[in-house]
């Protein structure tokens, strides 16, 4: 492994890191108090290129490796964990997943659209009995010729409201079990899609969280992704990638809060002192900035393993699972540094804190992530 970056990483990493500061910083707690999707600023992502970051230019995409992902990803979670979502979605869950499993139509149709950020994606694979247990999919997609027709409700969608692409994940064949469940394309707007009301939810509220109600919804049979009954391994895979960008988010949330801790700890002064000069508080940032930068050797080892074509459904769960215990480790003691202003919304750390929760829970829970790494442990 060799994390030279290259000057071509740098200036990605410095392009998203003065569009964090200068687009995304201004109304991050507005957006946070009031759950306010950053419109606007998605569309500045889409001009930038970040959200079809490695979508190959033929589709639409900006052509770049997983490296430059993660380096811009982690620069904007740094400021704004929402719009870090929203971004994630879009290139790990659907493009990249669209890039590697659609035919050459659905690429032209669909794919161009979502890698240009002209229109947003969703990934649905949650259901209100099917969160962890992935398998237990309860919604259906009955073979009716030359359609299928949809019937069920998906939880927790990301990007709920705001895409016009959804990839929808759903069972062909209950006898079957995780082998009889199939991947479709579904467009907002066709008959029978409903879109449920928006979460209210403890952090990353800037992003648009809702359940989908699908009743009768046709789905041309050209709209499945690969095979029927490849539904189950076209999400694992997918999701294998998407870790990387959860382990990059929860990362940038993390290198924020340190970030904030540390310039606050030099300035704030208790009993004569900075208090970066009481060990106690020192210590503590110690221990962030290292287990910070193993997080980061993790998401960066993942990601070019990535880009080498290797498994890493190992590598990216094992970054999840720490970088988002970092996450939470870091920005529960930035709120202890910062004292009484730690809890107040202008210090920015008490959003960080709340935002970090989810890098816990999406994606992939961190028990499922052990699940997942412990079945890699023994062949
Ligand atoms: N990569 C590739 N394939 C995998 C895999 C992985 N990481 N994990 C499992 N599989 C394959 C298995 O090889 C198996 O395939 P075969 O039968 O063909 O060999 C199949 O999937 C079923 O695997 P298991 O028998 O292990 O199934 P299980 O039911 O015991 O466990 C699970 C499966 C790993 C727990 C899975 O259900 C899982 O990952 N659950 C978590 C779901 C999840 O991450 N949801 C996230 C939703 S998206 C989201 O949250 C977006 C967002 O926040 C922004
Ligand atoms: P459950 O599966 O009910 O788990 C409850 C608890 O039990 C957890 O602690 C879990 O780790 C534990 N548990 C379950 N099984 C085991 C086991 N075998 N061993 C040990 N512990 C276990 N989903 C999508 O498909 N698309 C999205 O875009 C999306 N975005 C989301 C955005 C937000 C804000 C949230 C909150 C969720 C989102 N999700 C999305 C859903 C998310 O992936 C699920 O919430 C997550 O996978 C957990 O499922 P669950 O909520 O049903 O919890």
């Known amino acids: 492994m060799d994390f030279n970056l290259t000057e071509e990483h740098l200036m990605i ?4 890191r003065d569009f964090a500061q200068t687009e995304l910083l201004p109304g991050v707690i507005e957006r946070d108090e ?10 500045m992502m889409a001009d930038l290129g970040f959200l079809g970051m490695v979508v190959d230019p033929k589709y639409g995409g900006a052509g770049l490796d997983s490296i430059s992902y993660v380096l811009a990803l982690t620069e904007i979670a740094k400021i704004d964990a929402s ?3 929203i971004m994630s979605v879009n290139n790990s869950l659907v493009c990249a997943g669209l890039q590697k499993y659609c035919n050459e139509e ?3 149709k669909y794919l161009v659209p979502l890698a240009k950020g002209e229109v947003l994606g969703a990934f649905c694979l949650s259901e209100p009995e099917a969160g962890s247990d992935a398998t237990s ?8 010729g030359d359609h299928y027709v949809l019937n069920g409700t998906k939880n927790w969608i990301t990007n709920g409201s705001s895409a016009s692409t959804y990839v929808v994940i759903a069972q062909t064949n209950v006898e079957k079990g995780h082998k009889g469940i199939s991947a479709f394309i579904v467009e907002k707007g066709w008959a029978g899609f409903a879109i449920g009301p928006k979460e209210k939810k403890m952090g990353i509220r800037g992003s648009d969280t809702h359940s989908l109600l699908f009743t009768d919804v046709i789905v041309p049979k050209e709209n499945r992704i690969g095979e029927e009954g490849f539904g189950f391994t076209f999400a694992m895979n997918v999701l294998n990638g998407g870790r990387i960008g959860i382990a990059s988010q929860a990362l940038g949330i993390a290198t924020g809060a340190y970030e904030l801790a540390l310039n606050y700890a030099q300035q704030r002064k208790a009993f004569g002192k900075e208090i970066f000069k009481h060990q106690a508080i020192a210590f503590k940032l110690v221990d962030m900035a290292t287990s910070i930068m193993a997080a980061k050797m993790l998401c960066l080892k993942a990601a070019s393993e990535k880009d080498e074509g290797k498994d890493i459904s190992q590598s990216g769960a094992m970054a999840k699972l720490y970088a988002s215990q970092v996450a939470m480790d870091t920005t529960i003691e930035a709120v202890q540094i910062h004292g009484g202003n730690g809890y107040v919304a202008e210090y920015h750390v008490e959003r960080m804190m709340r935002d970090a929760k989810i890098t816990q829970i999406y994606e992939g829970t961190s028990e499922i992530q052990r699940i997942v790494i412990s079945r890699t442990l023994v062949s």
């Open 83 to 85: 719009a870090a979502v």
């Open 106 to 108: 659905q690429k032209m």
């Open 13 to 16: 990493q410095q392009a998203a």
């Open 34 to 43: 009031h759950s306010k999707f950053p419109t606007e600023q998605v569309k």
């Open 137 to 144: 999919q309860k919604t259906t997609a009955i073979d009716k």
